[in-house]
Each structure stands twice: as structure tokens, then as C-alpha cells.
């Protein structure tokens, strides 16, 4: 059995349900099981080369899911490529993986300017049959039977590429077993069924597409926005009764702070899951109380994707869990092991491991940098935290994020949730900056809430009152709006950047 098998299934069960639902219109699942059928024949047709890749350049569309759900079906590799990236990176993959077939929009024509491969243009609807088009591909191939194909689960799926700020980017192989066991976790953690109505918010190309087999396997509906931001997520929730979705953080306050905003406008929610960052307890304590019981949260990584642990709404009526991000799922350990090797007891915070169906198989054509991250078949993320005696993995952070201030270990995230505990602080970072005394000086950048005030002294006074000296950040820097990635991540490396290269800077 391999991933697409779940949507066969469905589409048989539920063939006159709704599989997506588009803002020009809907398409059941019978009628998404032949263009996803008709797509992959015409995928094979061009290169039927098992295993070769298949690039997507795209934003969120109808057109970008059956794209993703063919390329499932005919045994061939998917290399997701971010919409929003630059045309060196995105130029930089396509070398690395060798794409023979490239999907794309017209909005990301102008990244894909001479690459190599075979072009396949979506949302465009053609009269006449054409292999130009997904949906000349389609017509060309209307009636296709679903491909067969032989391969063990530990062949490539997908090869997604980390976000990391130094160096060449890696390419994650995602294999057949780690999607299996992504799809299994979903549905189980969350509880997905035939009512669910998905909200499609953040890009397919990342988090979102280990969300669409898993809703599609149990009958549910992906809903595609009409447009982007805030504003055109609460309406989706509002006017079209979408039920669960997963976003960064940063979508979730923005949401909160819209004009009138109120929790009648998600009158059908009941899983709303976030990933990509952490969330200090204080705002946990204001999204439940906007949003009801309904908050939920993953921790993962493209090695390991998604779903490594999780949080269900059940586990945050406990304010002592806010800090964690859950108990290991199916599949997969998750321990903490020291420097040397060893696997720490309870309550001992060291780096954050984990072995098991969910870890990927290796970094594209590197193989050194695959056995530095995976040995004797644990995963080392490169994260570091502690489980305390029930289960539940708390995060620290990364371990080259630690501040080392005096001899003093300080962990961002613990002067990160003191910080959060102002009114006036809307998000927030801290790193360390090098220091002739200190070796290190703890120092935040604080993005202050809309209509409120705030000083350098009053708030580095609050966090002493509550963290000690020790911890407490000796600067401050304000900011109108924090840097963040293209989907929304904070970046901490951009602040430290620009710290370090201000004529203040000493």
C-alpha cells in the first residue's frame, strides 16, 4: 500500500462528496479521482521513468492538489518548490534534483526563467487536449485507469528542502513509510472524519501538504481561499464553515487582532493547529480564550515531518502542558541523549532524538551529512529539551541558539515566555549577542502591541522581577514589525544580523 492508496479508497466511498471546494466551484471526489488519474497518465507519458522528479512551483489552488495527488500516483518523486523563494534558490534546487517535468503558475514564471526540464502550465483551462497544460494533459488523457507501480516504502516520495540560513540547502528524502506514517498520526491525533472542512491557509509547498491526504482519506474537504491574508482566512471560516486548519503562530495573532473580531466568526471550528514556532503560555492562554478548546499543536521536522509528537485540545486544559508541544505518536520514539551518546533520564534536558517509520531516509547525494544526522538510527534534530515523567516533550531550543553568559546556560525560549507575559509585547526574540565581559549578552527584539507604550528600562525591569539577573536581557531593540520568513517564521538570524552590523553595535 503506498500514500495515494487512501484517496482510491475514498473516492470509491465517497464518490458524490465534496473533495474540494474552489471559489469558482467544487469538485467531488469521483471527479478528482479521474483528473488525478488522467494527470498521472499523462506524468508517465512524458517521462515513464519510475522515481524521476516532478517539480511544483505554485500557489495554493485546486489545480496544485491534483497536481501533488498525481505525482503520488505514478510512483514518481515530488520537489516542492516555495512560491515565495528567490530565483537563485529556486534555480539552486532544480540543479540538485534534476526535475524533468516542472508544474508551475504564471505567477512563478519569472523564477523558473531558464531552468531546464519540461514546463506544465496550471489554471489554465484549454479547449483542446495539450501536454502545455495540466488540463490539456487531462483531456488528453481522460479515462486514464489508475497507474500501477511496484516500489518498497523506503523510495522516495519527496525530497523538501530545509530552510537553513547557512550553506547549500539539503535535501530531505521523504519516504513512502514516512508519509504513511504521517497520514496514520494525522488521523488518528486529530480526528479527522467525513465532516471536515479544511482550511487551506499556509502554502502547500510546507506544512499544508502533510495535511491533504490525510483529510482526502477520510472524506473530508480542502477549502482553497479566495485570495490571501487574514482578512480572506476568517471569511472562509465564517462563510464557509471550514473546520480545521494548521498556520504559524503569527497568522493565528493576526486573526485575533482584525477589526471585530470574535469567535462567531469560526462558528464550525473545532481543530485549529499550529506548527513552525513556538507559542509562549501567555498567548496560549489569550488564543483559547478567543478560540475556545480547540488549540492543538506538532512538533517535527522535514526529517521527520510533522508529527513527531503532538498536542490535542484535551492535553492544554492543563496550563502546566502550555510549555510542552505533546507525547511522542505512533511510530516514532523520541528520547534525549547527551553529548556522549547516552539516553538521559526524565527530567534531564539534553538533545532532542528520535528513531522510528516517520525519519526520513537521508539527505539528497549527501551522504555525509546523513550519517552526521542519523546514528544508530536516531534522528539527532538538533533541538534541545527535556520529557518529563508522563511523556511530554519540552522544548528548550536549538542547541546552537543557547546563550552561554558568564558561565551561565540561558535558554531563549524561557526569557522569551517571560517577555510575552507584558501586555505590550506582541512577539518577541532573544539570542545572544558576543560580549567582551560576558562572552555572551542576553539581548531580545520586542515587537510592541498596536496602541501601547513601552521603554527599554520598564521592560528589562519586568523580565528581572520575574527570570533573576542572570537571565534578564541587558538590550532591548524595538521593532515596528519582526522579520519573518515567507511563510511567517520569526527570523532570528535576520535581528542578530542587523544588530551586529549597526554602527551602535559595540
Known sequence: MFPIDFFWRASLRWPDRIAIDTPNGSITYNELARKVKALAGGLIDLDPQLQSRVAICAGNSADHIIALLAILACGKSWVPLNPKSTRPEIRRIIDITEPSLIIYDETCADLLIDAPGLFILTGIENEQPSSKTVSGLIKLHDGAPPPSFELPLDAIQAIKFTGGTTGAPKGVMQPYRAWMTNISNQIHSWGFDENERYIVAAPITHG??????????????????????????????????????????????????????????????????????PMPPEKIRAVREFFGPVLCTTYGQTEAPQILTAMQPEDFEDPNNWASVGRATWFSDVAIMSPDGKLLPNGEIGEVVARGDLLMTGYWRMPEKTAETIQDGWLHTGDRGLIDHRGYLYLKDRLKDIVITGGFNVYPVDVENALSQHPAVHECLVFGVPDDKWGESVQAAVQIRPGHQLDEVALISFVRELLGPVQTPKRIHFYESLPRSNVGKLLKSAVLQNILNSPTHS
Open 208 to 277: 499544508t501538504s502533510t495535511y491533504i491526504v490525510p483529510i482526502l482519506a477520510q472524506g473530508g474537504c480542502h477549502v482553497i481561499l479566495d485570495g490571501a491574508g487574514a482578512e480572506v482566512v476568517r471569511t472562509a471560516f465564517k462563510e464557509r464553515a471550514g473546520t480545521a486548519c494548521f498556520m504559524p503562530p503569527t497568522l493565528l495573532y493576526m486573526l485575533m487582532a482584525l477589526p471585530n473580531a470574535s469567535r462567531k466568526d469560526y462558528p464550525k471550528l473545532r481543530r485549529l493547529i499550529y506548527g513552525g514556532a
